[in-house]
Nanobody
């Protein structure tokens, strides 16, 4: 069973930095895709980063250059490092995971099938 627990959410000033953590279990690195998503009340949950089994990352333009994914496999934690935070980054941040697949020269993702409970980030 996959379990995900976020931490690190806080209230910060615009221009500040914050790192979110996601402690995971039940995931085998290189066979799963990992994700960060965020949601503002009244809006759909949106992608912050998608990470394929081979480590390929994909960021939307809204966070590209400011947010960075990393993973510590020794501690079973993956992170979202956020710099130059802006008020529009405010939301509940969720870590997620789902099975991936491997092709001859690439990998891909089947989609999210496990979610954490979320951690709140407020930028003012």
């Amino acid at each position: 069973e996959v379990q995900l627990v976020e931490s690190g959410g806080a209230s910060v000033r615009a221009g500040g930095s914050l790192t979110l953590s996601c402690a995971f279990s039940g995931i085998t690195w290189k066979t799963y895709c990992m994700y960060w998503r965020r949601q503002v009340p009244g809006r759909e949950r949106e992608a912050v980063v998608n990470v394929e089994p081979d480590g390929t990352t994909d960021y939307p333009d809204s966070v590209k250059g400011r947010f960075t994914f990393s993973i510590d496999n020794t501690r079973n934690i993956f992170y979202l490092h956020m710099n130059n935070l802006q008020p529009e980054d405010t939301g509940t941040y969720y870590c997620a995971a789902g099975r991936g697949y491997e092709l001859r020269y690439s990998t891909g993702c089947y989609g999210v099938d496990s979610w954490g409970r979320g951690t709140q980030v407020t930028v003012s």
